[in-house]
């Protein structure tokens, strides 16, 4: 894989999915950052259900401070790990009002500081909230971007390690809202739809599958 080979795959990509954007709802780096935490092992769509009642009522670290973790847990139940997650959250606050005077920084190594924030989600906020080129692997960015063979890489990091290696800077975000949209939509987990798939020319899993069957 080269970078020309990689943009052209990625400008398929761009006319596949037209629309991939950032799907969770927020107008602040703090809101996005609660709804990335949200967001583990939750579909955006939950978390845009219950960030849409949590985010009328309590908009800063001191709202939520305020609110405590009890009544936070209860405005998130419908979503997993809701404890931890209220916990973290409520921690996380008491940080960035203590040390961030209610702020939520624009570093990775701030971010990732913060109790929940691990380096995806950092990279995440850095990129939708800051403009900051990052590029977040989540579940679908590792296993479409190794499927099609842009990387190969074992684990999430080496995954974004390589992607950035590969890609220009400018590219960065973009990639990550490609992949995964393509990842939900056509190269699922389980049963890719390679049929539906405009990458088959391309995708070292399609031909490597076409191989195994000829065999
Ligand atoms: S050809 Fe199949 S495996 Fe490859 S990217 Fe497309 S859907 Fe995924």
């Known amino acids: 894989m080269n970078e020309e080979r990689a943009l052209e795959i990625m400008d398929i990509l761009d006319k596949t999915h037209p ?10 780096p703090f809101q996005l950052l609660v709804a990335t935490i949200l967001s583990a092992q939750a579909t955006d769509r939950s978390v845009n259900r ?22 936070l847990e209860q405005h998130i139940k419908e979503i997993g790990l809701y404890r931890n997650k209220a916990k973290n959250i409520i921690a996380m606050c008491h940080m960035l009002v203590n040390q961030y005077g209610g702020q939520v920084p ?16 950092a990279n995440v906020v850095l990129s939708n909230a800051f403009g900051v080129p990052a590029i977040a692997v989540d579940t679908h960015v590792f296993r479409v971007s190794n499927r099609i063979g842009l990387v190969q890489a074992d684990d999430v990091l080496k995954t974004e ?12 975000s973009k990639t990550h809202h ?19 798939c405009p990458l088959t020319g391309y995708c070292r899993y399609y031909q490597e599958s076409v191989t195994r069957r000829k065999a």
């Open 178 to 196: 490609l992949l995964i949209f393509h990842g939900r939509r056509i190269c699922m987990a389980r049963k890719p739809k390679c049929n539906l």
């Open 106 to 121: 624009g570093t990775r190594e701030e971010l990732m500081r913060l109790p929940g924030v691990g380096r995806k989600t």
């Open 19 to 28: 629309d991939a954007h950032c799907e969770l709802n927020h107008e602040s």
């Open 161 to 172: 390690q390589q992607l950035q290696k590969l890609l220009p800077e400018r590219c960065w």
């Open 50 to 71: 219950v960030t849409e009642r949590l985010f009328k009522k309590y908009r800063t670290p001191e709202d939520y401070l305020q609110m405590g973790q009890e009544e």
